[in-house]
C-alpha cells in the first residue's frame, strides 16, 4: 500500500509514542513494500522492534517449522505434528512450534492434549507469546474451566501490542466464545490491525451484535477477502437486506461448522452413536448451534439430545429446537413440511452454499387450466406461494427503494433474454408483482408448472421461479438497488 501522511505522521506501531516517520520508518523501510496491507505493515514493525521477527536465531528449526506449519494449514496434522516436535528440540523457547503442535492435537479432538503442550510452551518461553495465551483460554472453556479460561483472556488482553494478526484474530475467537462482543471491537481497534480480514472478520460480527451495523458493514466488506469471506458476505448482504442470520440464540454467530472445531467432533461421536456431550459438555450448546445452523443436523434430533441436560443456556438451546423442530417436519422424501402454507413444501436449495447458513426454498406445483381466468393464477400463486415467504421469511422495509428483475431462461431460441425491471418501494411491490406475472400468465399454455421461492442472497430479496413442463423457466428477484453502494 501507499503509506500516506496520516500513518507516516501518526503514532509508531512499536508503541514509542513518538511518530513513525521519525522512530521505525527509516530503521524497517527495507522491509515494507507497495503490497503490503496495513495490518502486515504494524506487524512487520513490532516483530522487528521486539526482535522476534525470526522464529529463532536456529535456521534448521525454522525451516523445519515452516514445513510443518504448511502441512498443518494443508489440514494433515498428523504429518507436522512430528516437525515441530524436531524443531522444539532444537530449540526448545521456539513458542511457534509448542503453538502449532497443540493446534494439532485440537485438531485431531484431543483438547486435554493440547492444554498440556500449550501450557508447557508458554513455561518454556515467557515473553511475547499472546496467541499461546489465548489458546490457553480455548482449551479451558472446552475442557469445562472457564473461570481459569477467563484468567488467560485477561492476560491476553493485557498485551497491548500484538506482534501479529493471527494473535489478534486468536484472541478475538477466545473472546467470541464468551459472546464478549465489545472486548472484541476494542481490542481489534487497539491493535491496529482492524483492516486485515482475519481480524475485520471478528470485528465485523462483534459490531453487528452490538446493533452498530455501519459499522459492521464496512468491517464486513473488509473480511470479505479471503478465508472468512463466504460467511462475511452473507453477512454484509443480510445488512443491507435488513435481514437476520438463523441462530437458536438470536445474535449472529461467529463460527460455522468449519471453523469450529467441537462441533466436527460432535458430528462424529453422533454418528458413530456415542454420547456427543461425554467429551467436551462445556460447549455442548455452540457446537449443536453450529451443527444446526449448517444443516449438519436436524432440530429434532438435536433436541432429543438435550434432554435431562440443566444449565440456563442449555434451556434456552432446548427451546429454540423445539420452536424450529415444530416448523421443519421431514417426509419420508426428506422434504420439510408441515407449518407451511397447503400445496408447499420445503426443500433443499442445492445452489446453497454449505458453508453458508441456511435460508428456506419453497416449492408448489400448480396446475393451469383452460377454464382459469390468469388473474386467477396469479392470485393462487401470490397468496399460496410469495406473500407467505415473504411475510415470514423478508424484513425489508415498506419504504424502502427495490425493483423487480423478470429474467427469462430458455425461451424460444434464445438461452437467457434481457431483464425488464419494475423500480418502486416496497410497499408497491404486490401491485408490481401482480402486473408482471398477469403479462406472463396470458402466455403461458394449460399445464403443470413448477413455482419456487427463496431467499436471494445476491440480491437481497425473495426470488421466485416459475418452470413449465418444457424447461422453459421465469426468475423474479426483489433487488435492493443499494445493496451494492450507492453507485450501483
Known amino acids: 500500500m501507499k503509506i500516506g501522511n496520516d500513518m507516516l505522521y501518526g503514532p509508531c506501531p512499536c508503541g514509542s509514542g513518538s511518530k513513525f516517520k521519525f522512530c521505525c520508518w527509516p530503521k524497517y523501510r527495507d522491509r515494507i513494500d507497495g503490497d503490503m496491507t496495513k495490518a502486515e505493515i504494524v506487524q512487520t514493525v513490532r516483530c522487528e522492534a521486539a526482535g522476534v521477527y525470526h522464529r529463532t536465531d536456529n535456521a ?37 512450534a509448542w503453538n502449532n503442535e497443540a493446534i494439532c492435537s485440537w485438531e485431531e479432538g484431543d483438547v486435554e492434549d493440547a492444554y498440556e503442550l500449550q501450557r508447557k510452551g508458554i513455561e518454556a518461553c515467557e515473553g511475547h507469546n499472546t496467541f499461546g495465551v489465548a489458546s490457553m483460554a ?51 481497534t487497539m491493535s491496529g490491525m482492524d483492516e486485515d480480514w482475519k481480524v475485520a472478520f471478528f470485528k465485523g460480527v462483534a459490531l453487528a451484535n452490538l446493533g452498530a ?33 438463523y441462530s437458536v440464540y438470536d445474535d449472529w454467530p461467529y463460527f460455522c461448522r468449519a471453523w469450529f472445531s467441537p462441533a466436527r467432533w460432535f458430528d462424529d461421536d453422533i454418528k458413530a452413536g456415542k454420547d456427543p456431550f461425554a467429551r467436551y459438555p462445556n460447549v455442548a450448546v455452540d457446537a449443536i448451534e ?26 434456552k438451546l432446548r427451546n429454540a429446537l423445539k420452536e424450529l423442530a415444530e416448523s421443519r417436519i421431514v417426509d419420508e422424501n426428506g422434504n420439510v413440511v408441515g407449518g407451511l402454507p397447503e400445496g408447499v413444501v420445503e426443500v433443499k436449495d442445492e445452489d446453497r452454499i454449505p458453508i453458508l447458513p441456511p435460508m428456506p426454498k419453497w416449492r408448489m406445483e400448480y396446475e393451469i387450466s383452460e377454464v382459469n381466468e390468469s388473474e386467477d393464477d396469479v392470485n393462487a400463486i401470490m397468496e399460496r406461494l410469495v406473500r407467505p415467504y415473504a411475510e415470514r421469511h423478508c424484513s425489508i422495509e415498506g419504504h ?22 419494475m423500480m418502486g418501494k416496497y410497499a408497491q411491490f404486490w401491485d408490481m408483482l401482480r402486473l408482471k406475472l398477469e403479462e406472463l400468465f396470458e402466455c403461458l399454455e394449460p399445464g403443470t408448472i413448477i413455482c419456487e421461492v427463496k431467499y436471494d442472497q445476491m440480491f437481497g430479496g425473495p426470488m421466485l421461479s416459475i418452470e413449465e413442463e418444457n424447461g422453459d423457466v421465469e426468475l423474479f428477484s426483489v433487488a435492493m438497488p443499494d445493496h451494492f453502494g450507492e453507485d450501483s
Do not use: N
Not at 402 to 420: E, H, Q, V
Open 60 to 96: 534448521e528449526a525454522d525451516e523445519i517449522c515452516e514445513r510443518g506449519r504448511q502441512m498443518l494449514v494443508g489440514g494433515d496434522s498428523k504429518k507436522a505434528r512430528p516437525l515441530f516436535q524436531k524443531a522444539r528440540a532444537i530449540d526448545p523457547k521456539m513458542w511457534i
Open 138 to 188: 480455548i482449551f479451558a472453556h472446552v475442557l469445562g474451566r472457564d473461570e481459569e479460561a477467563r484468567e488467560w483472556l485477561d492476560r491476553a488482553l493485557a498485551d497491548k501490542l500484538p506482534l501479529s494478526r493471527d494473535i489478534v484474530a486468536q484472541v478475538c475467537k477466545a473472546l467470541a466464545l464468551f459472546r464478549r462482543h465489545r472486548d472484541i471491537v476494542d481490542y481489534a
Open 213 to 245: 451495523f455501519s459499522e459492521a458493514l464496512v468491517s464486513l466488506d473488509r473480511g470479505s477477502r479471503h478465508d472468512f469471506g463466504v460467511l462475511s458476505s452473507l453477512y454484509a448482504q443480510d445488512i443491507r437486506a435488513k435481514a437476520f442470520p
Open 290 to 315: 453450529v451443527l444446526v445452523s449448517d444443516e449438519a443436523r436436524t432440530a429434532s434430533e438435536m433436541l432429543k439430545l438435550t434432554e435431562g441436560r440443566g444449565g440456563e443456556r442449555m434451556e
Open 400 to 421: 424502502e427503494e427495490i425493483a423487480i428483475m423478470i429474467t427469462r431462461l430458455k425461451r424460444g431460441k434464445l438461452p437467457i433474454d434481457c431483464p425488464s425491471i
